[in-house]
């Protein structure tokens, strides 16, 4: 075979033609069959790769203008997989010269932009550089393998013995069964008479033979001696390898360190070191005199094992470390489990036995009693015990827990109670115990565990946090059970209204889901009362009872919006093709505008890829927002949006009465109104949903504004365009 220049080919050159469309392909191929060498051709970007990973080539002849994944594109893929990144991307165009979209493909290491029509010698020229390139890169691969291969004899006990000594330091075994691996395969891959490999301990006083292989063993069965009384712990000290004929140090003299062998003629000590610490020695006998290039290589592999040492006993400390954090994952799991089994119990007695097993489960208690006094004359004691049945440890830890319990009641009951609560929770620190402390410094009873294992660091703040939870629950439980209570009789309802309201808020926090029911009771309630007494009820009781409705509205929203805070950005919903123009308009039409308002929409808006949902609940939120603060009658809302790259940028504008700059970073926080809920009806979430669900999709969310000019609130969206 002979190249274009009439000079032999050493082996054939394959060049890959890619491109969608086959006359161009069948034109390539006539320009190109005089240089003599294998077509291959691809009509796509995935086929094209496909043929680069299983077959080598010289060059890549690559069309721009594909359909679906370009050539631009296709080299980027190229680049990025580092099998076949090097090889030389010639890109052909028939459009016209694009600085920028040639800039794109030398910036992907392309070696030529060649637009159409193009000059068929030209062509051939430009690749076959490349061919003679390709076969030069491989002759000279063909020159290093002869050499590797008249070398390979030289190397393979050397190459042996690290690799024996990889696997061995890379198995997972037990320190000492990997030094053996080690210490055999230094015998057997380097005919030596024996091999002993010593470590130090971490305080520098012992030496222990943990492995040796040969002939003679240790005299005596010495296997732990101090560091000072073995000879070969003088190579330690000088931190240097010891070699046959170096300053003497015998290693015969002492008969405990080695055997005493007169057919022994070389001898070469290495100490074990990770910089300038030293994890142990390493000894080794042979009959006769190893060259030069084997101890370069034993030096290397008294490096490795050096560091196989350090990293088992690192492994040791971290696998201990990794037990910890797997325990406390576990506690953390535990205790998200633990409020959603207390928060579904149904009566106190059920709580109480949902804390005590699950507080033994999560601390590996044997047992755990949860005992709490009765609310109202804390005379009578609910408790509840789980774990191991031992009469005597039972009746010791109910004793104990009962005296905690009846001296924290009675120590509470005096004008120190919260300095009570804080001293028994104190005291419980020492003793795996941890008071039940309400919200005005009441001890309402204790935890307290026996048993088991033994107490870490982080145990007592788990059992801390666990009894703020119960202690939470237990009084939310209460407070469920006294509002179902207090709908018995309209009187009763009166009464309790004002303390329910003003627990509510936090009460949604632990079981916002629970809580719709009664509110709903309660409106009711309220409107029947309206209803059935109608004349008899004062102008002001009529307002009360309005306003008494507000605020479970109030809540009612401030629960969703939490649920809404919660689901934002963690539910993903189904990507599908979205025109913005009519999202907005279908928000605007939700949202029912007052009359007098302008909101204005643009003609650029984008049809983009993405989740309708979330997008739709972006712009309502912030549409609203406007709306809802715009603070004047001939409020104008205006929209504009703007190609950003991967994050197209929305803008929602409007002519109000804006922001002040110390708010601009505030207003994103939940539950964060500018003015009273008083004048302005709202939850204080909607701006924080916003921000969530734009961050969780990789945007951002930050506003323009100042008092009296109006306000802009933008945010960025991922901007996928459909597919054509």
């Not at 009509?43 to 203008?65: F, N």
């Not at 008479?193 to 971490?202: C, M, S």
């Not at 949903?689 to 323009?704: L, S």
Request: glycine residues 8%; negative net charge; hydrophobic residues 40%.
């Amino acid at each position: 075979m002979l190249s274009e220049a009439g000079g032999p080919l050493a082996e054939p050159a394959r060049i890959l033609l890619v491109d969608d469309y086959t006359p161009n392909l069948l034109a390539l191929e006539v320009v190109l069959e005089p240089l003599g060498h294998p077509l291959v051709r691809a009509t796509s970007s995935d086929e094209a790769i496909g043929r680069l990973v299983e077959d080598e080539y010289a060059a890549v002849v690559l069309d721009v203008q594909m359909p679906g994944i370009d050539g631009l594109t296709t080299a980027r893929r190229i680049r990025a997989d580092p099998r076949i990144r090097h090889v030389p991307i010639l890109f052909m165009t028939a459009q016209h010269y694009d600085d920028d979209r040639a800039a794109t493909a030398y910036s992907l290491g392309a070696v030529d932009y060649i637009q159409k029509p193009f000059q068929p010698d030209t062509l051939r020229a430009k690749v076959n550089v490349f061919i003679e390139l390709h076969q030069k890169k491989a002759e000279l691969r063909r020159t290093e393998r002869r050499r590797f291969d008249e070398a390979q004899m030289l190397r393979e006990r050397h190459a042996g013995l690290a690799m024996d000594v990889g696997i061995a330091l890379t198995r997972g075994d037990e320190l000492g069964s990997m030094l053996q691996r080690c210490a055999d395969s230094l015998v057997q891959r380097l005919d030596l008479t024996q091999a002993r490999i010593w470590t130090l301990d971490p305080a520098d006083n012992y030496l222990e033979l943990v492995a040796h292989a040969g002939a003679a063993g240790p005299a005596q069965g010495v296997t732990r001696v101090p560091l000072g009384q073995l000879a070969i712990g003088r190579v330690i000290e000088q931190r240097r390898p010891y070699l046959s004929g170096d300053a003497p140090v015998d290693p015969r003299v002492d008969d405990r360190d080695w055997a005493a062998r007169e057919d022994l003629t070389s001898f070469a000590a290495y100490p074990l070191l990770l910089g300038d610490r030293a994890v142990g020695v390493m000894a080794l006998f042979a009959r006769q005199h190893l060259p030069a290039g084997t101890h370069d290589v034993i030096g290397t592999v008294a490096d490795s094992i050096a560091l196989g040492v350090q990293r088992k006993r690192v492994e040791e400390e971290r696998a201990d470390l990794l037990a910890r954090e797997r325990r406390h994952n576990e506690q953390l799991q535990g205790l998200a489990e633990a409020a959603l089994a207390m928060n579904s119990a149904g009566s106190l007695d059920d709580l109480l036995r949902v804390i005590a097993g699950h507080a033994r489960a999560i601390l590996g208690a044997e047992r755990a009693v949860a005992t709490l006094g009765d609310e109202e004359t804390w005379a009578s004691v609910r408790q509840a015990i789980a774990g191991a049945r031992d009469p005597v440890a039972t009746d010791a830890a109910t004793d104990a827990t009962t005296d905690a319990t009846t001296d924290a009641t009675t120590d509470a009951t005096t004008d120190a109670a919260t300095d009570a609560a804080t001293d028994a929770a104190t005291d419980a620190t020492a003793s795996r115990t941890a008071p039940l402390i309400g919200r005005d410094g009441r001890a309402m009873g204790s935890i307290a565990l026996s048993g088991g294992q033994g107490a870490g660091e982080q145990d007592q703040p788990v059992l801390l946090h666990l009894a703020q939870v119960a202690s939470a629950v237990i009084e939310n439980t209460r407070l469920y059970q006294q509002t179902l209570a207090a709908e018995v009789t309209l009187r009763e309802v009166n009464h309790s209204l004002e303390r329910s309201n003003r627990e509510l808020d936090q009460f949604a926090y632990v079981a916002s889901h629970d809580l719709k029911a009664p509110l709903r009771g309660i409106a009711n309630l309220s409107t029947w009362l309206e209803e059935d007494l109608g004349p008899a009820l004062t102008p002001q009781s009529i307002e009360h009872l309005a306003l008494l409705r507000g605020r479970v509205n109030r809540l009612e929203g401030l629960i969703d919006g939490i649920l809404d805070y919660s689901r934002a950005g963690r539910t993903r919903h189904k990507v599908e093709r979205v025109d913005v123009a009519r999202l907005l308009r279908d928000a605007i039409e939700l949202l029912a505008p007052p009359g007098g308002v302008e909101i204005a929409i643009p003609d650029d808006l984008p049809v983009l890829m993405t989740e309708r949902v979330p997008l739709l609940q972006v712009f309502m939120n912030l549409l609203g927002n406007a709306l809802k603060h715009g603070g004047r009658d001939d409020l104008r809302i205006e929209i504009a949006w703007t190609d950003r790259g991967d994050l197209g940028e929305f803008q929602i504008g409007d002519n109000g009465a804006g922001i002040p700059p110390e708010y601009h970073q505030r207003v994103w926080g939940i539950f964060t109104t500018l003015r009273p809920r008083d004048e302005v009806e709202g939850t204080g979430i909607g701006l924080s949903v916003v921000k969530k669900a734009v961050e969780t999709r990789g945007g951002q969310a930050w506003i323009d504004s100042a008092p009296g000019q109006g306000a802009t609130i933008h945010f960025t969206w991922p901007n996928v365009p459909p597919p054509t």
